[in-house]
């Protein structure tokens, strides 16, 4: 299953999903510390202002090989906990099939959003990444794998999915937004 994913403009401006996860990183300065909200968090002074950094990964399930995910909240809740009330949030899918972009979160600019990609990038419309019997079809994507695989090439070529579409939309999305965070 592979997501793709819309974002909502308001109260904050980001949202994302993934399957692999997603790593948002939280930039602000703040008056004291707090207890950490994440699984790591630095401190920084500049120019005597504290400076906060945390980091946070979040599992988003998926239910259907194209969907659109609001994390509007979640994110919100996140900034929230972390007492950020004047910097920036930058949120990065960790997975190339998977977009994060700003945008309404509306039914019928979802359905745009769906079509358009599809006329640009269908499923199943032949592309060379789509044909695993054929792939790695290169000495360095065969080293590639070789690296990143704990297994036998046709193991590799067992799992992987038919996703170029997947990977198109993606990269016509693109992987990271940032937004503000001033109250």
Do not use: C
């Not at 009330?85 to 945008?103: L, R, Y």
């Not at 695989?149 to 999915?161: C, H, I, N, S």
């Amino acid at each position: 299953t592979h997501t793709m994913v819309l974002l909502r403009t308001a109260p904050l401006l980001l949202a994302v999903s993934s399957l692999v996860g997603v790593a948002e990183a939280f930039v602000a300065p703040r008056r004291a510390p707090r207890a950490p909200a994440a699984f790591a968090t630095a401190v920084d002074s500049v120019m005597g202002t504290e400076q906060v950094y945390e980091y946070h990964l979040l599992d988003v399930p998926t239910e259907a090989s194209y969907q659109v995910i609001d994390m509007t909240a979640k994110l919100q809740d996140l900034v929230d906990e972390a007492g950020i009330t004047e910097g920036a949030v930058n949120v990065m899918s960790k997975h190339t099939t998977t977009a994060v972009t700003i945008n309404e979160y509306e039914h019928n600019l979802k359905t745009d959003l769906r079509e358009a990609l599809q006329k640009i990038a269908p499923p199943g419309a032949g592309y060379l990444h789509d044909n695993i019997q054929d792939r790695p079809s290169t000495p360095e994507d065969a080293a590639r794998v070789e690296k990143n695989w704990k297994g036998t090439v046709q193991e590799w070529r067992d799992q992987e999915p038919i996703n170029t579409h997947s990977h198109l939309y993606a990269m016509l999305l693109g992987a990271r937004e940032g937004g503000a965070v001033s109250e």
